[in-house]
């Protein structure tokens, strides 16, 4: 049904479909490579090293801002320094270590080093509050902590009455990296050796601990065998990505969080394919733009919030520029190329028009190289991807959860089909359960997640299949499609299942939207909350010449909320007229992690919101807008 690229060539690739009553309810992709069968991570950067030393792992940015490669050997004389570092401060076997830190290359250096320690990582947001900090470092049973900067170092230390069991702490900015080169020049290189010995696809890699977007966060025990039977299929599948077929190398800048299970698998599988990284600690503004164009990667991960800023970046430039109109023709050309599987002649010419009018420019704010983009963490929503293809970036929509080690399913390639995340990545089975839920199999799937008391991980099923929660189908092909949560699906009053997702994804892609909820559980029809984007506010507010206007004025002003309701009409084309949006409210305070109604993967805490804004929601069942 598809053809695959692999390392040798192309292979035909065919999911094996399982049918019920006509219609497909299981589907798997056998793997591309066998099982490891012994080691562990930790080998990684030694098998780089004996086999191809000046192979080129990294590049980080030196005091004046230039990009200084790493080569495979420097870079594993790096991990093993640190290692006996940890050895020599005393951490065993098996010792759980907390790495609380922005995306920067001594994240990934510290993350082999104790695995060459034989220790296990346990990630923290950098943006983690003194709670859920202590919460993780007490249940995961941390002995040791490497933190970045002051801040987080006092945060952490106003806890160690409750923290008996955390022995050591680290800080990056003080030098942390030094100290234990330093503290491991008396340890025999025979120690990390013996070390790495003890590990086996099976022992226990990380604790990566969930979201939470209701009560305390989860730690998913994933192991060694885990992470291989993840990126080897995902390198292999998507060898044009990691094995660039053009002159350039393939390189890619990392801005998302390391703590996040989907930056850390295209870490690790990078070190193990050998492509070029660099490490952007900041995912907003001039900063991630300045290190993209120094950089220049040849490959993206990205969540739909990035693409969808690029996007509506480029729109807010045209129309400064009085060339919006022009800009909008050539979105639209793109779309219709994107999604066409054979363009005629008369589209391809305004394609190529419009590549050096429009498209160009989205390419050079990725850094004038990007040729793929792997985007996942939720929907992209099929305009976007249209797009983006459309001007020349192949974006693979890909579908995981912490406890999947991040993808199981992706766009297989030249195969895309917007609207769905893709088929099962090689070695996984997809599942839709009687009730709509997506269950999974593979040998990406966690070990369990962890019990504090046992100090080890729970197994999740009988059977190997992991129930993710999540509501989706299979059309006739084997492509899965994500309709929402099951927590999350709200039943109105009148009896009408609404699933919230679809909703909300259309909306977050409008300039104008940064957050948006839908609301409507138990209620006669459905409404939305709506936070405002304050980049797409700003601008627009310029070119209407309401600066002077406070935001409380504008959330109220009838052109913005026209321009608003525009969007939600367009949303509600997605759904029938019981699960459309009635109503909406404009908030004039934003939904973030700060204020407690956002997890650290930008997901809604919909309690949170319920609580915090309720007034709100009641005035939009009382007002006189709405429109049941």
């Known amino acids: 049904m598809s053809v695959v690229t692999a390392a040798s060539g192309t292979e035909p690739v065919e999911p094996q479909k399982v049918l019920v009553d006509g219609r497909v309810r299981e589907v798997s992709v056998p793997a591309l490579v066998p099982r490891v069968a012994r080691g562990s991570l930790a080998d990684l950067p030694y098998d780089n090293a004996r086999q191809d030393p000046e192979a080129v792992l990294f590049s980080r940015k030196d005091a004046e801002g230039e990009w200084v490669d790493v080569t495979a050997a420097r870079f594993a004389a790096e991990v093993h320094s640190v290692a006996k570092g940890l050895i020599a401060h005393g951490l065993r076997p098996g010792d759980r270590l907390a790495l609380m830190a922005r995306t920067t290359y001594e994240w990934t250096l510290i993350d082999f080093a104790a695995w060459a320690a034989g220790l296990v990582t346990v990630p923290v947001y950098p943006t983690s509050s003194a709670f859920q900090t202590r919460w993780i470092l007490q249940d995961s049973g941390a002995a040791a902590c490497v933190v970045e900067d002051v801040e987080q170092a006092r945060m952490v230390s106003a806890e160690r009455r409750q923290l008996p069991g955390l022995a050591h702490l680290w800080v990056l900015d003080a030098g942390a990296v030094d100290q234990l080169r330093r503290a491991g020049a008396r340890v025999a290189d025979e120690a990390v050796t013996a070390r790495r010995g003890l590990l086996t696809p099976a022992t226990l890699a990380t604790l990566i601990y969930t979201s939470g977007t209701t009560g305390r966060p989860k730690g998913c025990a994933l192991t060694h065998a885990n992470f291989f039977a993840e990126v080897d299929n995902a390198v292999r599948l998507l060898h044009p990505v990691f094995v660039s077929e053009s002159k350039e190398p393939a390189a890619t800048l990392l801005f998302l969080p390391l703590s996040h299970v989907f930056g850390r698998m295209v870490a690790v599988g990078c070190v193990r394919a050998r492509v070029r990284v660099g490490h952007a600690p900041s995912v907003e503004g001039e900063e991630l733009l300045t290190d993209l164009a120094s950089f220049r990667p040849t490959f993206l991960l990205a969540i739909p919030y990035v693409l969808e800023k690029v996007f509506n970046r480029a729109r807010a430039t045209a129309e400064r520029g009085g060339k919006a109109a022009v800009f909008d023709r050539a979105a639209e050309v793109a779309r219709r190329y994107g999604r066409t599987a054979t363009p005629p002649l008369s589209l391809r010419a305004a394609r190529a028009l419009y590549d050096t009018l429009v498209y160009r420019r989205i390419r050079d704010a990725l850094g004038g190289r990007v040729t793929y983009v792997i985007c996942g963490g939720s929907p992209l929503g099929a305009r976007l991807a249209e797009f983006f293809a459309g001007a020349g970036v192949e974006v693979f929509e890909g579908y995981g959860l912490t406890e999947t080690t991040a993808a199981s399913t992706v766009t297989p390639p030249r195969r895309p089909r917007t609207g769905t995340v893709g088929w099962p990545l090689p070695g996984t089975a997809v599942r839709i359960a009687d ?194």
């Open 435 to 628: 009730d709509g839920e997506v269950w999974l199999r593979g040998g990406h799937v966690f070990a369990g997640y962890w019990d504090a008391q046992r100090g080890t991980a729970l197994p999740y099923t009988d059977e190997g299949w992991f129930p993710t929660g999540d509501l989706g189908s299979l059309d006739e092909d084997g492509y899965l499609r994500i309709t929402g949560r099951k927590k999350d699906i709200l039943i109105t009053s009148a009896g009408k299942n609404v699933a919230p997702a679809p909703l909300e994804d259309w909306l977050r892609a409008h300039p104008l939207v940064s957050q948006c909820m839908v609301v409507g559980d138990d209620r006669p029809y459905v409404t939305a909350l709506i936070t405002l984007d304050h980049e797409g506010l700003t601008h627009w507010r310029r070119m209407r010449r309401k600066d002077h206007l406070a935001l409380w004025e504008l959330a109220r002003d009838p052109e913005l909320l026209a321009a608003l309701q525009r969007g939600v009409d367009d949303a509600n084309r997605l759904v029938s007229r019981a699960e459309s949006i009635r109503a909406f409210r404009v908030l004039t305070t934003e939904f973030s992690e700060t204020s407690g109604h956002l997890t650290p993967s930008l997901k809604l805490k919909r309690r949170a919101v319920l609580r915090d804004f309720a007034r709100d929601i009641e005035e939009m069942y009382g007002s006189e807008g709405a429109r049941p």
